[in-house]
């Protein structure tokens, strides 16, 4: 492709410039015309070269006009069609957020022109509240018609949600496809589906095409223009050197004009080539969290780039209103350790105190639950690939359970704290962070001193932004604020919990620090058994 057309409908006098910018950010004016038909209107068309974006950079056009009156409409950016269209399905899964999925369902539905390239809609639901109970879903239902195809099944996650539309797609043959991934909570742009559809259409090669992330809560900030992962450490969503990063689109000198390079793109919206999938197996049955991640790079290791298409987007639930204190940390913990050991020489050793450190923080905050969680994430990662073979489901339950036996994990109306009046929780601002060459010293006094028992008694209150490990460790009671702002946690000492935590996990974290090589390697040797369509078949109970 070397050349992009600006067309539009414009009717009266006016300027119109077409500007680019370079990769640094520089403007210049790449064509110009003017407009002066009075009342009439006309359709404008202005090729533009694109030969010159290597490095990145962007197109705009900036409409000028003095006394006159200038309208625009239908206003479009164009290229050469491909020799072929492939065909396009979009799938969403979805669990228990009946009335969500059917928002985004009417979204796409109600945009005819999104509409028109997409030759199915697949919905898969795992949930016992079904979307197909709801008014709304049911009069979308019967205004795609077969176009819609309506699946239950077991709640897999989203791993096992959009893993099933691939699978439906590839099951069919014919032509390579594009298969749009969509979260069920998003609040839809059906043009998002436009322009990653045709752009992946006009790649070279087949590409994973990935949507940008807008905040549903801060709706001018994008949450990132491309994204890696620390595998090591077990870092998900390390923004790429240069990309834009919670900053508002508004802002000209924060827009993306330098072209990155992403790992993967959260499934939150994204699209994957058929190609793909007969090349590198399906994804894996990890039930959810860094089943992206894991995809993006195996994808990557067999010549299939991730691109992450500025101007494309969904808006989606903040991160940062979301306590890191749940239960799907179990399954962002291990499946981080899978698949770092899938694509790097994973160091058990490095892991393990990394681990070991963070266990310390947990129990010094009085957070039992995160330390148990951690705990049995290790534990279930050593216990290799077999305890994936049901796609999740044992885990997902079983966590919560386990993690409701510590009271802390559960969250309480801020009026109505148990044995706490309103007038009693404080608010209790943290101190300065501890120099970082102090830092251990300070969490081995923290840990001697909650051992002890000689700290504070509380109750205090501490803001979720003041919630460090040095902080709450303190107190031996503290009423802490939830990341979602809707309610509180009620973190208690308990000595009994620490040793048996403490205990259970020095055990495993030893485990870890030797077993990981060959542990690594039996996860190894089950990727294509597991990502198999065999397999897949086989959890959800369909013929091959």
Not at 245 to 253: G, H, L, N, P, V
Not at 300 to 324: I, Y
Request: glycine content about 8%; hydrophobic content about 40%; proline content about 4%.
């Amino acid at each position: 492709m070397t050349e992009v057309v600006f067309q539009a409908t414009v009717a009266g006098a006016g300027r119109v410039d077409l500007v680019a910018t370079d990769y640094k950010g520089h403007q210049r004016t790449m064509a110009s015309t003017t407009v002066d038909s009075a009342n009439a209107s006309t359709r404008l068309s202005v090729p533009v070269a694109t030969t010159q974006f290597l490095d990145g950079g962007a197109l705009f056009v900036r409409f000028t006009t003095t006394s006159s009156e200038l309208s625009v409409q239908d206003a479009e950016w164009t290229v050469a069609a491909p020799e072929k269209l492939r065909p396009t399905s979009v799938v969403i899964c979805t669990f228990n957020r009946a009335d969500d999925c059917a928002n985004t369902v009417a979204a796409m539905a109600d945009d005819p022109i999104a509409l028109l390239g997409v030759d199915n809609v697949y919905v898969v639901d795992q949930g016992t509240d079904q979307v197909q109970t709801r008014e709304k879903f049911q009069r979308v239902a019967a205004e795609l018609g077969d176009k819609l195809v309506y699946i239950t099944q077991p709640n897999l996650g989203g791993a096992g949600g959009f893993t099933r539309g691939l699978y439906e797609v590839q099951g069919k043959g014919g032509d390579p496809a594009n298969v749009i991934f969509m979260d069920d909570d998003v609040l839809c742009e059906p043009e998002a589906i436009v322009r990653m559809n045709s752009f992946a259409n006009m790649t070279v090669e087949p590409a994973i095409i990935g949507a940008q992330m807008l905040y549903l809560l801060h709706p001018d900030r994008v949450h990132v223009g491309a994204e890696v992962a620390n595998l090591q450490k077990l870092e998900a969503g390390v923004h790429v050197k240069n990309a834009v990063s919670d900053k508002s689109a508004f802002k000209r000198k924060r827009q993306q004009d330098v072209r990155v390079d992403a790992g993967y793109n959260g499934w939150w919206s994204c699209l994957i080539p058929s190609e793909i999938v007969g090349q590198v197996g399906y994804p894996l049955p990890l039930f959810f969290q860094w089943d992206d991640i894991e995809y993006g790079y195996r994808s990557r290791a067999n010549g299939f780039a991730t691109v992450t298409l500025p101007g494309a987007a969904v808006w989606h639930a903040d991160f940062a209103w979301k306590d890191w204190d749940e239960w799907h940390r179990y399954f962002n913990l291990r499946n981080g350790m899978i698949t770092a050991a899938l694509h790097i020489e994973l160091d058990g050793r490095t892991l393990a105190k990394q681990l070991f450190t963070d266990l310390l923080r947990y129990l010094v905050s009085m957070q039992y639950g995160m330390a148990y969680t951690l705990i049995k994430s290790v534990e279930d990662f050593l216990a290799g690939p077999e305890h994936l073979l049901d796609g999740g489901m044992d885990a997902a339950g079983s966590i919560r359970r386990e993690r409701a036996a510590y009271g802390e994990t559960k969250r309480h109306n801020a009026n109505d704290v148990p044995g706490v009046r309103p007038a009693d929780m404080f608010i209790t601002p943290a101190g300065p962070t501890p120099n970082s060459k102090l830092e251990f010293a300070v969490l081995a006094k923290r840990v001697l001193n909650q051992w002890r028992g000689t700290v504070d008694p509380g109750p205090v209150a501490i803001s979720a932004d003041d919630a460090h490990w040095w902080h709450v460790s303190l107190f031996s009671h503290a009423i802490v604020t939830d990341r979602s702002q809707e309610g509180v946690r009620v973190r208690k000492r308990n000595k009994a919990h620490a040793v048996e935590l403490l205990r259970r996990g020095v055990a495993v974290l030893k485990r870890l620090r030797t077993e990981t090589p060959a542990v690594a390697a039996s996860y190894r040797a089950a990727v294509p058994q597991l990502t198999s369509r065999e397999n897949w078949a086989r959890l959800y109970s369909t013929d091959v």
